[in-house]
């Protein structure tokens, strides 16, 4: 067998390799995609966080959070709350997060929540800050 006719083989072979590894990859993440995933910008926008505070009995931190209702109709929120020592966080700095579910929230109407976050140590300030959020329209 020559050499130009074996290298032909080798392309060949790598390139259906390739396709055979890389086709279902690109598959997967094309139809991964969700259609609702811009949605969930516009629900950190309906979120905010009111108050912080560290419980006197128990130090657990405490985030109140408040949510305005979308036009678009009544649904349920989700919101993730973080808590950190500071606004800005440091660079490789684990923060510790909360989930809040706010069900039924009307069009116009404004609904309250308390995300309770991890024991807070003595003598630090928290920052509480929403991380995301996500918006279920109600069937």
């Known amino acids: 067998m ?29 139809a991964s995609g969700e259609p609702g995933a811009a949605s969930s910008r516009d629900a950190a926008q309906d979120v905010r966080v009111t108050g912080c505070r560290v419980d006197a009995g128990s130090r657990r931190v405490a985030a109140s959070v408040e949510v305005a209702g979308r036009p678009a109709g009544v649904g349920a929120y989700v919101v993730t709350v973080e ?3 500071s606004r ?3 660079p490789g700095e684990r923060v510790a997060q909360a989930l809040v579910k706010v069900p039924g929230v009307a069009p116009g109407a404004t609904e309250h929540a308390e995300a309770v976050g991890p024991v807070w140590p003595a003598a630090t300030v928290p920052w509480c800050g929403v991380a995301g959020a996500e918006f279920t329209p109600a069937p």
Do not use: I, M, N
Request: aromatic share 18%; net charge negative.
């Open 2 to 30: 020559s050499a130009l006719k074996w290298q032909g083989w080798l392309a060949g072979l790598t390139v259906l390799a390739g396709l055979l590894v890389f086709a279902p990859l690109g598959l997967y993440v094309w």
């Open 83 to 85: 808590f950190r020592e």
């Open 88 to 90: 800005d966080p440091e």
